[in-house]
C-alpha cells in the first residue's frame, strides 16, 4: 500500500500557542487529503477535506479560523491548531487518496498526540 | 446522512479461534468499503478494500465481505492470534472520496 507520513508523532505545547501538523504522501500524489479528530476510545471525527490548490471543506462545528488548513502541494498538506487550549488536546490523524473514482482506498498517516498543557 | 454501526463493541476469545466482525451501514449508495486495523496511540493500517461491485476481498487469515442491499459487511479472521488484538474500524466510501466510520470493534486475542 502507499505510504502517507504524519509528523510530528507527539507534541506538547502551552495555551494561547499555534501547532502545525504536516501531512504527506511519499509515494503518490493525493489530490485530497482529510483531516480526522479521535478522542480516547471512540472512532474517527472528520474535521475536513483538503483539497489541493483550493480551500479546505470544514465540517459542520469545526472552526475553520482555528484549524488552518493548508494544501498546497499533490504531497503535502499542514493543519495548524491556532491559539490552542487545553481541549484541543487530542489524537490527530491525516489520510490522503489518490485521485479519481476508481482510486479512493484510502491510506493513514501515524497520527498526532497533541497535548495542551 | 450515512450512518455506520459496528456489532461488537469489544470481543474477546481465546487464540486459535476463527471470529467475525460486523459492520453495518444505512445508505447502501456506497463507493467501497474499507477495513482498517488500529493499535492503540497509532495511525489506521488499511487492511481491505472492497469495491461496490465485489462481493468480497480475502489477505492472508481476513476475508471481507460485501452485501450492499441488506446494507452490511463482515470480516472474518481466520485462526485468531494474540498478534491480531487490535481495534478493527470499518469505513463506507461515499461521494466526495469521504469516509463515514464505525464505531470500531476493539479485540482482545488470548494466549
Known amino acids: 500500500g502507499a505510504v502517507v507520513s504524519q509528523h510530528p508523532s507527539w507534541v506538547i505545547c502551552k495555551s494561547g500557542t499555534s501547532v502545525k501538523i504536516e501531512c504527506r504522501s511519499l509515494?503518490?500524489?493525493?489530490?485530497?487529503m482529510f483531516w480526522y479528530r479521535q478522542f480516547p476510545k471512540q472512532s474517527l471525527m472528520l474535521m475536513a477535506t483538503s483539497n489541493e490548490g483550493s480551500k479546505a471543506t470544514y465540517e459542520q462545528g469545526v472552526e475553520k479560523d482555528k484549524f488552518l488548513i493548508n494544501h498546497a502541494s499533490l504531497t503535502l498538506s499542514t493543519l495548524t491548531v491556532t491559539s490552542a487550549h487545553p481541549e484541543d488536546s487530542s489524537f490527530y490523524i491525516c489520510?490522503?487518496?489518490?485521485?479519481?473514482?476508481?482510486?479512493?482506498?484510502?491510506?493513514f498517516g501515524q497520527g498526532t498526540r497533541l497535548t495542551v498543557v | 446522512k450515512q450512518e455506520v454501526t459496528q456489532i461488537p463493541a469489544a470481543l474477546s476469545v481465546p487464540e486459535g479461534e476463527n471470529l467475525v466482525l460486523n459492520c453495518s451501514f444505512t445508505d447502501s449508495a456506497i463507493y467501497n468499503l474499507q477495513w482498517f486495523r488500529q493499535d492503540p496511540g497509532k495511525g489506521l493500517t488499511s487492511l481491505l478494500l472492497i469495491q461496490s461491485s465485489q462481493r468480497e476481498q480475502t489477505s492472508g487469515r481476513l476475508n471481507a465481505s460485501l452485501d450492499k442491499s441488506s446494507g452490511r459487511s463482515t470480516l472474518y479472521i481466520a485462526a485468531s492470534q494474540p498478534g491480531d488484538s487490535a481495534t478493527y474500524l470499518c469505513a463506507a466510501h461515499n461521494a466526495g472520496n469521504m469516509l463515514t466510520f464505525g464505531g470500531g470493534t476493539r479485540l482482545m486475542v488470548k494466549p
Open positions: 489520510s490522503a487518496q489518490r485521485g479519481g473514482p476508481l482510486n479512493t482506498e484510502a491510506f
Open positions: 509515494d503518490f500524489q493525493a489530490t485530497t
